[in-house]
């Protein structure tokens, strides 16, 4: 009977470690197109596969300003957003790590014993005497034998799931260093349009002066005194209104990195600002498969295709050992074995009921496995727009630069000229008003598209995995 017990404990564990009944994953086809988008806007791709991929440029090895870089260190450390998304992979993995165990036997195990003293008037032997016995009870309880495989898919459910908030966990560092780079920049723009407004406003209220003395000599009319006015009035609005932008652009930079961020590592100006790292990208959008959320949309997917097979098990009986005991016991009488050794195995099988609501709950998980798997198709098609729209802007941003220069040149000269021209006399001073105003304009433009392009080079390197693959 032993022999028999054990026999049949080792077939039944041999045969549940078989295959489960989840469908073979297969990767869906990308619902996208292969090669990025081409035409004016676009910049020509590089045709050899010989480039260096933004998913192995490191945050330190993209962002080359020493300053902004240390910044990035303090948000990574201190920022409570990724700070909550690697405690939901360390849950996951304490998840997953609870489903494994699941796929094992539960042993206990408890001892006992006892001494009995009997007397020499009731003992058969007219001479006192002590007996002991001690025992050890080995068991294993409700361990169920995963004959169809549905513990082992709720096993690669459950690391599936992991994976998927690591890849999560990778994504939101990605955003979070994107994020950071983009809000450094952000003040940098602010601080260097507080900079224009202070120098604008500072030559206004000279040439007001000028303005001022004129008319009181009665060389100027009062118009032009007063048309003087609103550009120095206009000054000091901007000037308010940049150190409010500055204040708030630290406030959200602050918030990003999870802590106030020294003064001395706040950027002084754009124009002072290090330019990240170029790279260049191959002409396939495959490289998306790699980006973190990518991955973990697909770990989603792979983790309702491994539930099917938990539900396929419901159809078939649960089979678990509610009770398998092993006891060993000795008996001692007074200074001679009385006892011997025994082992008794009693195996208990339970097989419960068929359960009817399996048929919806298979139902429930295809349908599951419906919305994974849009949701990934989704994720990639969001991924190559983003990227695509980061090409368009990176395949004309230049051009823009280069024609916004031209315009605060040619607009210099103008306000130059006309201004001269009125002091001779020669021009109204609405003139020059007008040339003031497209001065000023032109040169706010310039800081705007100078932060869009490097805004742009920071969201590239993020929406193709910037960092994924370097410094983990």
């Given at each position: ?8 404990l080792?077939a ?24 990025w ?58 998840f ?11 042993i ?15 003992s058969?032997?007219?001479a006192?005497?002590?007996?002991e ?7 294993i ?12 898919s ?14 999560g ?49 009665g ?15 206009l ?10 932008w ?11 990195v999870?802590?106030p ?5 706040l ?48 159809f ?8 398998l ?7 001692i ?19 419960p ?49 280069a024609?916004?220069?031209?315009l ?26 007008d ?12 800081v ?25």
């Open positions: 009977m032993k022999r028999l017990s054990q026999a049949l080792l039944l564990i041999i045969f549940s470690g078989g295959c489960t009944m989840a469908p073979k994953y297969t990767r869906p086809a990308a619902t996208v197109p292969v090669d988008p081409e035409g004016p806007a676009y910049a020509e791709r590089p045709a050899s596969s010989a480039f260096l991929s933004a998913a192995d440029l490191s945050p330190q090895e993209f962002f080359l300003d020493p300053r902004l870089q240390q910044v990035i260190n303090l948000a990574l450390e201190n920022n409570l957003d990724l700070r909550l998304a690697v405690l939901n992979v360390e849950k996951a993995r304490a997953y790590k609870i489903q494994q165990a699941d796929l094992y036997p539960a206990s195990a408890s001892a006992h014993g006892y001494k009995h003293r009997t007397s020499a008037d009731l058969s032997s007219d006192p005497s002590t007996s016995e001690y025992g050890i009870d080995v068991g309880t409700a361990w169920e034998i995963d004959l169809f495989g549905r513990v082992r709720e096993k690669n459910q459950a690391i599936e799931k992991y994976l998927a908030s690591d890849a966990r990778r994504a939101a560092q990605i955003s979070l260093v994107s994020a950071v780079g983009s809000a450094y920049l952000a003040l940098a723009a602010a601080r260097e349009q507080l900079l224009l407004a202070q120098s604008t406003l500072e030559s206004q209220e000279e040439f007001y002066g000028i303005i001022e003395k004129q008319y009181q000599n060389l100027a009319t009062k118009l032009d005194l007063r048309r003087a006015q609103t550009t120095v009035n000054a000091q609005r901007d000037v308010a209104q940049y150190q409010q500055g204040a708030q652009g630290e406030n959200a930079l602050n918030l990003l999870g802590s961020v020294p003064a001395e590592l950027p002084e100006r754009l124009s002072k600002v290090s330019l990240p790292r170029d790279f260049q990208m191959g002409l396939s959008s495959s490289v998306l498969l790699s980006r973190p959320d990518i991955m973990a949309a697909e770990h989603q997917l792979k983790a309702a295709n491994a539930y099917i097979g938990v539900a396929r098990a419901a078939f009986p649960r089979i678990s050992l509610t009770s005991i092993g006891t060993a016991s000795k008996g009488s007074g200074l001679f074995d009385s006892g011997s050794e025994t082992w008794t195995l009693n195996p208990m099988i339970g097989i009921l068929f359960d009817a609501r399996a048929f919806l709950a298979l139902q429930f998980t295809h349908t599951d496995q419906e919305i994974a798997l849009t949701q990934y198709q989704k994720a990639i098609q969001t991924a190559f727009k983003e990227v695509a729209d980061a090409f368009a802007v990176e395949g004309t941003i230049d051009q823009q630069v024609a916004q220069e031209s605060v040149e040619a607009t210099e000269e103008i306000y130059r000229l006309a201004q001269k021209r009125y002091t001779g006399g020669i021009e109204s001073y609405l003139s020059v008003l040339a003031q105003r497209s001065l000023y304009g032109s040169q706010q433009g310039l705007g598209l100078r932060l869009a392009k490097l805004t742009n080079q920071v969201q590239l390197y993020a929406v193709l995995g910037g960092g994924n693959g370097a410094g983990r």
